[in-house]
């Protein structure tokens, strides 16, 4: 189950979320995947309700084979003041020029964004970009998975929303 459906069933308010890298329902362009510069995208959201203490987003392929869902980024404890991410957020556990937001890891392991790499046989995958508003700042260290973050995120999301993007591994992909 995609992280959003936990938010859906706290029935939090929606954020727009938005990028001028990643349009909804379009291909994500190949430099943001890991086939290209695998540099993270830009993101913007609005609709931050005041009682929001900070933001998390996630980034996950509900397509894979296996277990299911692919996570690609976990980034938590951006101060909720925070609208943006800029495009290429280092992948390091903590970034001060977030204030002090936290970076958790993909399912591949590694600290910070991994972008798409579906397999070169697979018909387009879908990479859901998740902001979740939360009332509290986690009490987590660096460096935790999904579901840790997922764990302490229960009963805290206040708004929720995503931007969905897909991606085909290029003909020449090995």
Do not use: C
């Amino acid at each position: 189950m995609l992280a959003i459906d936990h938010a859906k069933k706290d029935s939090a308010p929606r954020l727009q979320v938005t990028s001028t890298d990643v349009k909804a329902g379009a291909s994500i362009p190949e430099m943001y995947s890991d086939y290209g510069e695998k540099i993270s995208p830009e993101l913007h959201w609005s609709g931050v309700p005041s009682s929001a203490a900070s933001i998390a987003v996630l980034m996950e392929d509900p397509d894979v084979r296996g277990s299911q869902p692919f996570t690609h980024w976990v980034l938590y404890n951006l101060p909720a003041s925070t609208t943006k991410l800029p495009q290429g957020i280092a992948s390091k556990p903590r970034l001060d020029e977030l204030g002090g937001a936290l970076q958790g890891r993909s399912s591949k392991g590694n600290v910070g964004y991994f972008g798409p790499r579906p397999p070169k046989a697979d018909a387009p995958h879908h990479y859901h970009f998740e902001v979740f508003a939360l009332d509290t700042m986690l009490p987590l260290e660096p460096g935790l998975d999904r579901e840790d973050v997922l764990k302490a995120m229960s009963g805290h999301v206040v708004a929720a929303g995503e931007l969905v993007g897909s991606f085909k591994a290029p003909p020449d992909a090995a």
